[in-house]
């Protein structure tokens, strides 16, 4: 099994955990790798920056109803194909809470109707990504790169 090296946001440890792992908690976040052929889906959230589409699981949906939620809400993408990616274990001192990860082709982009959600949104290659991306390391390129070898071996199997 691949080995994920441990990352930082702010104080808090990321540590993360592939799938079939599944969360002992309920997931308190979901983020989703949202890719359109060889690009993948920014979106420019204020005090964030450029990020993949991310946020909280409300009480009455699943990670995976909140990123789809999210997609359209931050980057007005319209997702196929998701798949669950592992989970973010995310703790600072005695707190621990997990963030699932999926990863998704996008069908659509459609306006952003949600302006409070997100600034402006782009699709860009993987080349693009140290020099943009908010919270760039070792972690974070290893799940870009994961997300994007599942989303092709999905469209190959489709495909034949």
């Not at 707190?95 to 998704?104: F, I, K, L, S, T």
Request: hydrophobic letters at 40%.
């Amino acid at each position: 099994m691949k080995r994920y090296p441990t990352g930082t946001y702010g104080r808090q440890k990321l540590e993360f955990y592939p799938a079939p792992f599944r969360a002992p908690l309920r997931a308190f976040a979901g983020l989703v790798f949202a890719w359109q052929g060889d690009r993948v889906l920014v979106c420019d959230i204020d005090g964030r920056g450029w990020c993949i589409p991310s946020g909280r699981v409300e009480p009455y949906e699943s990670s995976l109803e909140a990123v789809r939620r999210e997609a359209l809400e931050e980057g007005g993408a319209l997702l196929e194909c998701i798949q669950y990616l592992g989970c973010y274990r995310i703790s600072e001192k005695r707190e621990v809470r997990w963030a699932d990860c999926y990863a998704a082709r996008v069908v659509d982009l459609v306006e952003i109707t949600m302006k409070e959600e997100s600034k402006g949104r782009q699709l860009v290659t993987t080349a693009e990504l140290p020099a943009l991306y908010h919270l760039w390391n070792p972690l974070t390129e290893m799940l870009f790169d994961l997300s994007q070898e599942v989303v092709q071996r999905q469209e190959k199997q489709q495909a034949g």
